[in-house]
Each structure stands twice: as C-alpha cells, then as structure tokens.
C-alpha cells in the first residue's frame, strides 16, 4: 500500500519527537522504568507482612504511601540503566528493612533516651525539650538532619520532629529525602551497596565497627536483587 506524502510526514514527526524524548531522557540520566511496576504489591507487602501485628508500623507502613512520597523524588529508581533501577530500589528497601525490622517500629528503640543534638551545629539549633532520635524509614536522627528535611519537604523538624512517626507520607518522604541526598549517586555510579551503608551508618558499622550488622544489610539486599532477578553488582560491604 503506497503511503501519502502527508502520512509520511506524520511518520517523521514522531520519529523526531520519539528521539528527541529519548535524548532528553539520556542527558537527564534518566530511564523509562516505573518504579512502581517494581515496588509492586508483592514485593511491599513481602517485606512489610513480616511485621508483627503488635508493631507500631504494622499498617503505618504502606506501598500507598511509599508510592506518594515517591512522587516527590522522580528520580528516584530512575537513574542509569533499568538494572541500576532495580539496584537502587533493592538497597533502599534493605536499609529499610534493616533499619525497621520489616516496617515493625517506627522510632528507634529508647530512642528518646539518647543525645542526638549537636549543639555545635548552629544553623540547625535544637529545641528545647525536643529529640531527634531515629524515626521513619530510614530513622532520620541528629538535628543536623532533621531540620534541612523539614525546610525541603515543608514541615517543622527542629520544632515538630515527631511528625515523622505520625505522617506516613512524610516520614516516608524524610527517608528518600535522605537516600536522593546521600545515597542515590553512590548505587546509580556503581559505587556498591557497600557505599550506601557508609553514608548511612558507616561510623558505627564499617572498617569492621560492627561487621554482623553490615551482612546483615547485605543479605537482605542480595535476597531483595535476587526477587527483582538483577546482579547485585560489586563492593556490597563497607
């Protein structure tokens, strides 16, 4: 069947817009992978039914609400190759699993009981009467922390940190917050999953600090890249 001058030119335009998208998308750095065709009900509820019926975050963590916060992070899971995606979605739902125990608490245990204001660190002052223990995802602590996350995400976190561990969209936001600041680069360069850990907690884990807790990241993280069928890739220890 012949093709008319005018279907042609239809076909050219969206060839052109075609690779223009894709170019645009490789200067960005980013790829056409959904995260939540990754993060699906399965996975989520995989890690998250692992939980206690008697854990605080029993229900407080959701795959609604990691998915809404997402939202706020479009480049999340969406750096280099569709394999880094699943990298990069692997080793956070690690640490978070690590750092919850399945999305079982919320806060850190005793929390309350431990100093976690630097007091030197004076754009960030502490509030009187207020802590910045672990909460969350990824247990945002130190004020240093929470209060530049509640200035980008737009709530209080030197005055209302208790938020964290009441909004679960914010809470979820404060861990991607956290990862897109400290973490993305690190697993989308190819640096490793051992890199993450070290921004993460790597004073109190790494160089051999505390090794049981730096395989125990990892065996949750090479268990979550065995699901998403993707190599876990290199240097997974810190």
Not at 11 to 23: P, Q, R
Not at 61 to 72: N, P, W
Not at 91 to 111: K, L, P, S
């Amino acid at each position: 069947m012949l093709v008319s001058l005018f279907q042609r030119k239809c076909l050219l335009v969206l060839t052109l817009t075609s690779l223009f998208l894709a170019a645009g998308n490789l200067v960005s750095g980013q790829n056409s992978v959904a995260v939540a065709d990754i993060v699906t009900d399965q996975f989520f509820n995989g890690i998250a039914d692992q939980a206690a019926q008697s854990c605080a975050g029993k229900g407080f963590y959701t795959r609604a609400a990691f998915l809404e916060a997402q939202g706020s992070y479009p480049q999340f899971g969406q750096g280099g190759s569709a394999d880094d995606s699943k990298r990069e979605i692997a080793a956070f739902f690690a640490h978070v699993t690590h750092e919850t125990g399945h999305m079982c608490y919320i806060e850190e245990i005793d929390g309350p009981s431990r100093d976690y204001c630097d007091e030197s660190n004076t754009q960030y002052p502490c509030a009187p009467n207020k802590g910045y223990y672990g909460r969350g995802p990824i247990q945002l602590s130190w004020n240093f922390n929470y209060g530049p996350a509640g200035n980008s995400i737009g709530f209080d976190g030197l005055n209302n940190p208790e938020i964290v561990a009441t909004d679960r969209i914010i809470s979820f936001k404060t861990a991607l917050w956290y990862w897109m600041n400290y973490c993305h680069n690190l697993i989308i360069s190819g640096q490793g999953f051992g890199a993450t850990i070290r921004a993460i907690n790597g004073a109190l884990e790494c160089d051999g600090a505390n090794p049981d807790t730096v395989s125990s990241r990892v065996q949750y993280y090479t268990q979550y890249c065995n699901q998403l069928q993707v190599d876990p890739g290199n240097n997974l220890r810190c």
